[in-house]
C-alpha cells in the first residue's frame, strides 16, 4: 500500500509541476490534454486507496494495488522522459516528440483499464455492505505477544509514582476522570492487576484514534464515585483527546540504561536475581545487550525472554553483537508484529515517509532540515491549499513522533527538533517493509559478488553501505533503470555513478565524487555532493528540477578558504529552495529572481548587496560566512539586509577567526577588525525571529540596537560574537519578544540592567550560558521575570552558579516554582586553561614582555606541552622559577591576556 500510494503522490506531483511550467508552450494541445487525463485519473485512484473495510483489510485488493503502482510509475517514466526531451532538446525533431504522445497515450490506456478494475472492485465490496472509510478499531495481539509485555510497566517506576496519584485522588473531584498514556505499545495489563479496587478501574489499552474512543465513552458512567479510566494510545493527539487533563498525560519515553538494566535482569534471571561474582561474564554481556536495545521496552523484555533460556556465555555474545540477530527467533518476530501495528495504521501518506527512514544506516542520526527536503523531493509530499512542502513535511514528521515511532534526538534552543532517529526495530521493520514494496535496496556489509534478485526487480531507491565495485559487473548486466534515488554512505564512489540517469535525488555528501555531473540527470530534484573543486561546473540550464543543492567539503573550521563560485546559469534554477556551501560566491542576477529560495547557507560576505539580495527576496533563512578579506570595507553593507523582506533567520560568522581557534594560531582580539558597522535596528528585516553571531567581535553597545528588533526571539551570541568586559542594558523597553537567549565563549565579566521599572527582558523563558568563565552574576532583575523558565549553565563559575540559584529560591519565596537552574561540569578560573579564549605567544617573548600575572601558580603543571594552573596565589619570580624547571617538556604556554 505504501508504495503504490507513494508512486501516486508522486507522478501526481511530476505531472502537476509540467503542466504549471513553460516547457509545454509551443506543444500541440493533445500534450496537456494527455497529461491532464492523467492526473485526474491517478487522483481518483489514490482516493480509492484509503477505504478500508470493517475487518480493517483495505478495500483494493493487493494484486490490484500492485497494478495501480505499476501503472503510476510507467507513467511517471513516460512524463519525465517528455520533460528531459524538452529540456535537453527542445527543437528536436516530431518524430521524437510523436513517440513520446505515443507512449503516454498506451499509458492512458493502461490507467483506463485499471480504473476500472477498481470501480469493479468497489461495486463488489460496496454489495458487501463494505463501508469506504477507514476502521478505526484496533488490532487484536495475539495472546503469546500479551504474555511478553505484561513486564513492561515494571521498568517505569517513575512514571508509575505520578500515574497512582492521578488514578487514586486525582484533581480532588468526585467525577470520573480519564488519565491518558501515550507512547510505547502494550503496557497497562500489570497496571490493570495492581490497582483494581473497590471503584471501577476500567483500562483501555491502545486506542488508535479519537472515533475509537467516541464510540466508547459513553459506555463508563460518571456516577461521582471517583472512578477512573487508564487509557492508552501510541498516538499522543488521541491521548490528549481522550484525557479529562490533557497538559498532564503521560508520555512514555526510552528506558535509561538503569531501568532497562533493571527490567532485563528481572526478565532474564526472576524477580529475586541478584549479580553474584561468578556471573561478571554474563554481567558484562548484559550490559552491552542492554546498551544495544535502546531503551526500548518490548525489545528489552523479548531479548531478555530469549537470553533466560541460554546458558552459554558464547551464545550471550552472539546476541550482544548485534540484537538484528535474532531475526529468526519466534520472539524478535513477535516483537516485531507488534511494532508493526502502529505502522499498519499509519495513514496512506505517512506510511511511505516512514519507510524512507530504513535507507539511513541503522542507528544514523538524521537531520531533520534534511529529512524534510529528501520528502519532498522523493514526492511523498502532497501540497494542499496554501501551505508551503515544508510545512506539510513537518507535519508528517510530528505525527511520526506523536505515534512514537520516531525519537527526538536533538532540538534547538527554541525547542525544534534538529536530528531524529528511529530504533533500530523500526528499522528492521522499515527495511522489511521497503523492500517487500520493491521500494528500497541496501547495499550493506553483507554484499557478495552479485547483486540479489530484489535488486533486479528495479527498485525506487537505493542505499550503498559498503563497497559496490565487489559486483560492478552486475551493475551493467541489470541496467537500473527504475532507481530514482542513489543515497550513497561509502567514501570512495564515483566510476559509475552517473549509470543512473533518471535519478531524482543523488545523495553524495559522505563520499568524495570525481565525476562531472551530466546534463542527462534533468529529473534531479536534490543533489548533495562533495566535491573537491571550488568553481564548480554545473550544467544549470538542465537542472531545470533541482529543489536543494549542497557541495559540502567536510567541516567548515578546516577549510574556511573554500568559496564555491557558481556559474551565472543558477539563476535560471526557479525550482531552487535550498542552497548550502561552506562558502557561496554568486554573480549578478541582472533582473532575474530566485521566487521559490527559502535558505541560503554560506554566503559570502562579498556578495551581500542590494542586487544581489533582491535576487534572492523571497529568502526565509541566511546564513552568512568569510573570511576577513571577503568583508566588504565599507562596513554598513549590513543596511542592505533590509531588502530581505522575508527573512526569518540570520547568521553571520567569521570563518578564518574560527580557523585560526581550531588551529591554535595567534590572534589579536584587541586588533582585529569590526566586520560590520550597526547605527539602526533599521538595518535588519523586520521579520527577523532568530539571530546568530560568531566571532564577530562587536561592541556590546551594539546590542542596545538589536534589543529594538520587534519579532526577535532567539538570540545566539557564540564564540567572540561580542568584545568587551560589560554588558549594561539601557532603561529603555527592548527585547519585546525575546524567548531564548544563548551567551558562548564571550569574555564577558559584568552583565546587569539599569534600575527603574521596565522588564528589560519580558517575555525570556530560556537562558543558556556556556564558557563564559569570567561572569560571575547575571541580572538581579531576573528575580521579578515571571516567564522565565530555566537558566542552564555549562562550565562556568560556582559563583555564577550560586547566583543564579539564588534567584530560583526567590522565585520559590514569591510562590513562582517554574523556574530551574542546572548546572554542568562548573569550573574554578584557572583550574584549566583549555576552557579559555587562548593567545599563544612562545615562552621567551612572554617572559621578556612580563606577561605574568600573581593570580597564576606554582602548582603549575604541563601537560602536552602546554601549561595549567591552579588558583593559589604567587609573584611571577615563583612561577618563572617554576617554568624554567619544566623546560625540557614545554614548548608554549598558554596564557590569557
Not at 508522486?10 to 491532464?36: A, C, F, M, P, Y
Not at 557541495?551 to 578558504?561: E, M, N, T
Not at 589579536?668 to 527577523?688: A, G, I
Amino acid at each position: 500500500m505504501a508504495a503504490t500510494y507513494a508512486a501516486l503522490t508522486s507522478v501526481l506531483g511530476t505531472i502537476d509541476k509540467l503542466l504549471r511550467s513553460n516547457l509545454l508552450v509551443g506543444l500541440e494541445e493533445i500534450h496537456k490534454q494527455q497529461l491532464e487525463s492523467l492526473d485526474k485519473m491517478f487522483g481518483t485512484l489514490q482516493k480509492s486507496l484509503i477505504g478500508k473495510c470493517d475487518g480493517g483489510e483495505p478495500i483494493i485488493t493487493k494484486d490490484l494495488q500492485r497494478r495501480i503502482k505499476d501503472v503510476a510509475l510507467d507513467a511517471e517514466d513516460e512524463v519525465e522522459s517528455l520533460m528531459k526531451q524538452l529540456i535537453i532538446e527542445p527543437d528536436d525533431d516530431e518524430q521524437v516528440l510523436e513517440c513520446c504522445r505515443t507512449n503516454l497515450d498506451k499509458v492512458s490506456q493502461q490507467a483506463i483499464q485499471v480504473t476500472d478494475s477498481v470501480n469493479e472492485e468497489l461495486s463488489i465490496k460496496q454489495k458487501m455492505n463494505c463501508p469506504e472509510a477507514e476502521s478505526s478499531a484496533s488490532p487484536r495481539l495475539d495472546a503469546s505477544i500479551r504474555e511478553n509485555i505484561s513486564l513492561i510497566m515494571e521498568g517505569y517506576n517513575k512514571e508509575r509514582e505520578r500515574m497512582v496519584p492521578r488514578l487514586t485522588r486525582g484533581s480532588g473531584s468526585n467525577k470520573l476522570e480519564v488519565v491518558s498514556v501515550v507512547g510505547m505499545p502494550g503496557i497497562a495489563e500489570r497496571v490493570q492487576q495492581g490497582l483494581k479496587g473497590e471503584k471501577y478501574l476500567i483500562v483501555v489499552d491502545d486506542i488508535w484514534s479519537k472515533d475509537a474512543w467516541d464510540r466508547i465513552s459513553h459506555w463508563f458512567p460518571d456516577c461521582g464515585n471517583k472512578s477512573r479510566i487508564l487509557l492508552t494510545s501510541r498516538d499522543r493527539e488521541v491521548g490528549e483527546y481522550a484525557a479529562s487533563n490533557p497538559k498532564e498525560s503521560l508520555v512514555m519515553r526510552p528506558l535509561t540504561q538503569d531501568e532497562s538494566r533493571n527490567l532485563f535482569y528481572r526478565r532474564a534471571f526472576g524477580k529475586n536475581y541478584t549479580i553474584r561474582g561468578s556471573d561478571d561474564e554474563f554481567e558484562k554481556v548484559g550490559e552491552e545487550v542492554v546498551t544495544n536495545c535502546k531503551g526500548l521496552p518490548l525489545m528489552i523484555t523479548a531479548v531478555a525472554g530469549i537470553l533466560s533460556s541460554k546458558s552459554k556465555l558464547d551464545e550471550w555474545m552472539e546476541v550482544a553483537q548485534s540484537v538484528s540477530s535474532l531475526v529468526n527467533d519466534d520472539d524478535y518476530k513477535q516483537c516485531l508484529k507488534v511494532v508493526a501495528l502502529s505502522y499498519n495504521n499509519l495513514p496512506s501518506l505517512i506510511k511511505a515517509c516512514f519507510l524512507h527512514f530504513g535507507l539511513f544506516p541503522k542507528a544514523h542520526v538524521i537531520s531533520v532540515k534534511k529529512l524534510i527536503r529528501l520528502w519532498i523531493a522523493e514526492g511523498l509530499v502532497n501540497l494542499k491549499g496554501v501551505e508551503e512542502f515544508e510545512q506539510v513535511a513537518a507535519r508528517v514528521l510530528h505525527d511520526l513522533i506523536g505515534k512514537s515511532l520516531v525519537i527526538v534526538e536533538k532540538r534547538s534552543l527554541d525547542g525544534q527538533i534538529k536530528t531524529c532517529r528511529i530504533h533500530d526495530l523500526f528499522h528492521d521493520l522499515c527495511l522489511k517493509e521497503a523492500e517487500s514494496e520493491n521500494l528500497l535496496y541496501v547495499l550493506g556489509s553483507d554484499l557478495t559478488t552479485h547483486l540479489d534478485r530484489n535488486f533486479r526487480k528495479g527498485p525506487r531507491w537505493m542505499s550503498i553501505q559498503s563497497d559496490p565495485y565487489l559486483c560492478y559487473s552486475s551493475w551493467q548486466t541489470y541496467a537500473p533503470i527504475k532507481i530514482r534515488s542513489l543515497y550513497i554512505y561509502y567514501r570512495n564512489f564515483n566510476k559509475f555513478l552517473f549509470h543512473f540517469k533518471p535519478l531524482r535525488v543523488l545523495d553524495v555528501e559522505d563520499s568524495l565524487i570525481t565525476s562531472k555531473i551530466t546534463g542527462e540527470l534533468v529529473c534531479l530534484k536534490y543533489l548533495a555532493v562533495w566535491t573537491s573543486a571550488t568553481c564548480v561546473e554545473l550544467p544549470i540550464s538542465n537542472l531545470w528540477n533541482l529543489q536543494t543543492l549542497i557541495f559540502s567539503k567536510g567541516s567548515l573550521i578546516c577549510f574556511p578558504h573554500i568559496v564555491v563560485a557558481l556559474p551565472k546559469d543558477i539563476w535560471q534554477m526557479s525550482q531552487l529552495r535550498h542552497l548550502y556551501a561552506v562558502g557561496i560566491s554568486l554573480s549578478s542576477p541582472g533582473d532575474k529572481v530566485l521566487g521559490n529560495l527559502q535558505s541560503v547557507s554560506g554566503l559570502s560576505p562579498s556578495c551581500c548587496t542590494k542586487e544581489i539580495f533582491e535576487g534572492i527576496k523571497k529568502v526565509k533563512k541566511l546564513a552568512i560566512r568569510g573570511r576577513m578579506e571577503e568583508y566588504p570595507t565599507d562596513l554598513k553593507w549590513i543596511d542592505n539586509l533590509k531588502y530581505l523582506q522575508d527573512l526569518e533567520s540570520l547568521s553571520i560568522a567569521d570563518k578564518e577567526m574560527a580557523y585560526c581557534m581550531y588551529k591554535r594560531v595567534f590572534f589579536s582580539l584587541t586588533n582585529k577588525t569590526r566586520v560590520f558597522s550597526l547605527t539602526s535596528p533599521d538595518s535588519f528585516p523586520q521579520k527577523l525571529k532568530k539571530l546568530k553571531l560568531s566571532y564577530t567581535t562587536l561592541p556590546w553597545e551594539y546590542m542596545s540596537i538589536i534589543s529594538k528588533l520587534p519579532e526577535l526571539e532567539v538570540l545566539q551570541l557564540k564564540k567572540y560574537a561580542f568584545h568587551g568586559r560589560e554588558w549594561k542594558t539601557t532603561d529603555q523597553i527592548g527585547f519585546l519578544k525575546l524567548r531564548f537567549l544563548l551567551l558562548d565563549n564571550l569574555f564577558l565579566e559584568k552583565w546587569e540592567t539599569t534600575t527603574g521599572s521596565h522588564d528589560h527582558f519580558p517575555s525570556l523563558e530560556r537562558v543558556i550560558i556556556t564558557h563564559c568563565i569570567f561572569l560571575k552574576e547575571i541580572p538581579q532583575a531576573f528575580v521579578d521575570s515571571k516567564k522565565l523558565e530555566l537558566i542552564e549553565l555549562h562550565k562556568c563559575e560556582p559563583s555564577l552558579v550560586a547566583f543564579a540559584e539564588k534567584i530560583q529560591e526567590k522565585h520559590e519565596d514569591l510562590g513562582r516554582n517554574k523556574l530551574k537552574v542546572t548546572a554542568f561540569d562548573s569550573v574554578v578560573m584557572f583550574s584549566s586553561l583549555s576552557f579559555f579564549p587562548f593567545h599563544y605567544y612562545d615562552l621567551l617573548h612572554l617572559m621578556s614582555r612580563r606577561l605574568f600575572r600573581n593570580n597564576l601558580s606554582t602548582s603549575t603543571s604541563v601537560v602536552g606541552g602546554m601549561v595549567e594552573f591552579s588558583l593559589e596565589e604567587t609573584g611571577d619570580f615563583q612561577l618563572i622559577n617554576h617554568i624554567r624547571s619544566c623546560l625540557p617538556s614545554l614548548y608554549r604556554i598558554v596564557v590569557f591576556a
